[in-house]
C-alpha cells in the first residue's frame, strides 16, 4: 500500500530531554533546601536574642517555602507555554513570564503582605503594613 506517515502521539509539543529534565530537578532540590534553611537560621538567630517565639519561627518557615513554591511555579508555566507554541516564541514567552513575576512581586509588596499579615480586621482581612 501507500507509505503514510504516522500521526504524532505526542500533539506535536517540544519533548523534555533528559539532560533538561535533570538540571530542572536540580534546580527544585536547590531551591527546596534554600526555602528548608534559610527561615530556620533566621529563627535560631533570633532565638539566642529572644526576638521569636515558636508561632514566628512557623510563620516565617511558612511565609518562605510557600514564596519559594510559588516563584518557582513560573518555571513550570515556562517549560508549559514553551513546550506548546513554537520555538520563535519562547524568548517572548520567557520576558511575558519574568514580567509577571516582578509585577506579581511589587503588587504583593505594596499591598498583598498587608492584607495577609495586617493586624486583622474582624478577623477577615488585614489593614495595617502596606508599604
Known amino acids: 500500500g501507500m507509505n503514510r506517515r504516522q500521526p504524532d502521539p505526542g500533539g506535536g509539543a517540544v519533548a523534555w530531554s533528559p539532560i533538561a ?5 536540580k534546580r527544585a ?3 527546596l533546601a ?3 534553611l534559610v527561615p530556620r ?6 532565638n539566642a536574642t529572644g526576638i521569636l517565639n515558636m508561632a514566628d ?5 511558612m511565609l518562605l517555602t510557600h514564596g519559594f513554591l ?6 513550570g508555566f515556562i517549560a508549559l507555554e514553551s513546550g506548546m507554541g513554537r520555538a520563535k516564541n519562547v524568548r517572548n514567552i520567557c520576558l511575558k513570564n519574568v514580567v509577571d513575576v516582578l509585577l506579581c512581586a511589587l503588587c504583593w509588596w505594596a499591598v498583598g503582605f498587608g492584607f495577609a499579615y495586617g ?3 474582624g478577623g477577615v482581612i488585614g489593614y495595617s503594613n502596606f508599604l
Open 29 to 31: 532540590a536547590w531551591l
Open 34 to 36: 534554600a526555602a528548608a
Open 119 to 121: 493586624d486583622s480586621a
Open 57 to 61: 519561627t512557623l510563620r516565617v518557615d
Open 21 to 25: 529534565a535533570n538540571c530542572l530537578a
Open 41 to 46: 537560621a533566621m529563627a535560631s538567630e533570633a
Open 70 to 75: 510559588v516563584f518557582f511555579m513560573q518555571t
